[in-house]
């Protein structure tokens, strides 16, 4: 053994150096003061306890942040909505003014909260408070949505013939909104006295016209079809998809395989819809031109046209999906009288005569089917014919 200190080899045992008095150490001794513990266990755990307790912080800073919190509230506000608990989205839209109190998704919300329990004179005490809450530029788009609401819903009202609900909600569209629509009022107010009067008889024209029921109380347009000639409405609009045109009489087949062509409907308002099953913009149409066709279930008949994929992909969607709705099939996407669509959904709208009265590419909202099909119902384009 040698002293660590000095050197000195010592051949007797001893626990230190007899030349300089240092502590010696023996070689077992040594090996095991040298042998380093292993602590690589340890180590792992302590950093993952640290990253877990940090995702821990982190979870909480972000799911506690107001951006997150109001997100939430609305995500949840907005589904109740749909689902018509307007008690717990109203307490949703609540809570996210509480966090942001000039949020404009949460006024439209409440706005459409107000609509869904017909509480319409809250309507003007909330259009008050968004008004003060709002930025200039919100408050605009604001102020559209609302209106925009506002006159779908009186329109309802005007088909219905339900001349209170209409009035009422007049009496909301004037006080809240920057520039109501004085014609859409006056038709309200017009059509009302019409009702309130004695009953038009029923009309009795020939066959092929469309005769308005003996218990409405209102007389419908006339919608006798007179003998034109389809050369000289194309002389006079000319034959195309564009408004004013006249739509060529291409043909169709069922699912059965029986043919029609859109002549075959004349003297009804058509809502045409050129789509696929395949097409997701197609499918988000479809409630909506359900709710048209119940709309104007006397006046018009809205139809749906498969573009080349055949009766059992077009049963099976609609089977799928309860689609109510006529569903017919073209093989191929060009079609007669020249038209090659390119693209669906792919919605038009012609009048009683074939003259056409609006045409959508690309998903249609509610109430753009709505005011086509009231424009084409009441349709003055044919009028030289009659």
């Given at each position: ?11 007797i ?7 300089c008095?240092?502590?010696l150490?023996?070689?077992?001794q040594?090996?095991s ?6 602590r ?7 950093i ?18 107001p ?13 109740n909505?749909a689902?018509?608990?307007y ?10 003014l ?11 919300g409440?706005?459409?909260v ?7 004179d809250?309507i ?13 530029s919100?408050?605009k ?10 006159e ?7 088909k219905?013939?339900d ?7 007049a ?20 059509l009302?006295?019409a009702?309130?009067?004695a009953?038009?008889p029923?009309?009795?024209?020939p066959?092929g ?10 007389a419908?347009?006339d919608?006798?079809?007179?003998d034109?000639?389809?050369?000289d ?11 004013g045109q ?7 087949y069922?699912?059965s395989?029986k043919?029609y ?19 997701t913009?197609?499918f988000?149409?479809i409630?909506?031109?359900?709710d048209i066709?119940?709309?104007?279930d006397r006046?018009?008949?809205?139809i ?7 009766p059992?992909?077009?049963t099976?969607y609609?089977e799928?999906?309860?689609?109510d ?5 073209v093989d191929?996407?060009?079609l ?26 690309g ?5 753009w ?11 003055d ?6």
């Open positions: 053994m040698f002293c660590n200190n000095c050197g000195l080899k010592i051949d045992d001893t626990p230190v150096c007899p030349a008095g240092a502590q150490t023996t070689g077992e040594t090996a003061q040298q042998t380093p513990k292993k690589t266990p340890l180590i792992i755990a302590l993952a306890g640290s990253l877990v307790v940090l995702a821990a912080v982190i979870g909480i800073i972000y799911f506690a942040s951006s997150r919190r109001l997100q939430n509230a609305l995500d949840g506000a907005n589904g909505v689902g018509g608990y008690d717990r989205a109203e307490r949703g839209y609540e809570l996210a509480s966090i942001d109190e000039g949020n404009l998704e949460a006024y439209k409440l706005f459409d107000c609509m869904g329990r017909e509480d319409y809250e003007p005490d909330l259009y008050d408070d968004a008004s003060d809450a709002l930025s200039k919100d408050l788009e604001f102020d559209k949505y609302v209106s925009k609401t506002l779908s819903a009186i329109k309802k009202a005007i219905h013939e001349w209170d609900l209409g009035f009422e909600l009496d909301v569209y004037e006080e809240v909104c920057d520039d109501p629509d004085g014609e859409l009022l006056d038709d309200l107010d017009d009302s006295h009702a309130s009067g009953a038009v029923a009309s009795s024209g066959a016209s469309m005769d308005t029921p003996a218990d409405s109380g209102t419908t347009p919608v006798t079809i007179p034109i000639d389809r050369d409405l194309i002389a006079a609009y000319g034959l195309g998809y564009d408004e006249v739509i060529p009489d291409f043909t169709f069922d699912a395989g043919t062509s859109i002549s075959d409907f004349e003297g009804k308002t058509v809502y045409i819809n050129f789509f696929t099953t395949w097409c913009y197609c988000y149409e409630p909506d031109m359900q066709a119940d709309e104007f006046d018009a008949v809205v749906m046209i498969d573009l080349d994929e055949g059992e992909l077009g099976q609609a799928d999906y309860d689609v709705l006529p569903i017919y099939y191929g996407w060009e007669e009288g020249g038209l090659y669509l390119e693209a669906v959904p792919l919605s038009i709208v012609i009048d009683r005569y074939g003259v056409v009265y609006g045409n959508h590419l998903q249609a909202d509610y109430d089917m709505y005011d086509a099909m009231e424009d084409a119902v009441n349709s384009y044919s009028s030289a014919f009659r």
